[in-house]
């Protein structure tokens, strides 16, 4: 089993900046894959960004190309989501999630946090 944590949501300006922190615990997380997902109010659960386990290739969903950064400290257990240049589109419950794949859909990630919400108002 893996547990997963996330914090570091809240609610931001438009144009400000949040870092999603995201601790894990259990197997050897250090060894999976961690990505970012993030569900609006009505809508389906969408990818965000992932990192493989060595922290290399970091890939990301078009949408926050340039102004998303995703990183990993293995030592640490924690994976992190820095959110520059928040837009209002951008306001959703963000989850970490682990997986063996490094995949971009939900379906590939087996373990989930419970979520921490983001809101950036205009």
């Known amino acids: 089993q893996v547990q997963l944590v996330e914090s570091g949501g809240g609610l931001v300006q438009a144009g400000g900046s949040l870092r999603l922190s995201c601790a894990a615990s259990g197997r050897t997380v250090s060894t999976y894959a961690m990505g970012w997902f993030r569900q609006a109010p009505g809508k389906e659960r969408e990818f965000v960004a992932a990192?493989?386990?060595?922290?290399?290739?970091?890939y990301y969903t078009n949408s926050v190309k340039g102004r998303f950064t995703i990183s990993r400290d293995n030592a640490k257990n924690t994976v992190y989501l820095q959110m520059n240049s928040l837009r209002p589109e951008d306001t959703a419950v963000y989850y970490c999630?682990?997986?063996?794949?490094?995949?971009?859909?939900?379906?590939?990630?087996?373990?989930w946090g419970q979520g921490t919400q983001v809101t950036v108002s205009s």
């Open positions: 990192v493989t386990w060595r922290g290399g290739y970091p």
């Open positions: 999630a682990t997986s063996t794949l490094a995949g971009t859909t939900v379906s590939e990630y087996a373990y």
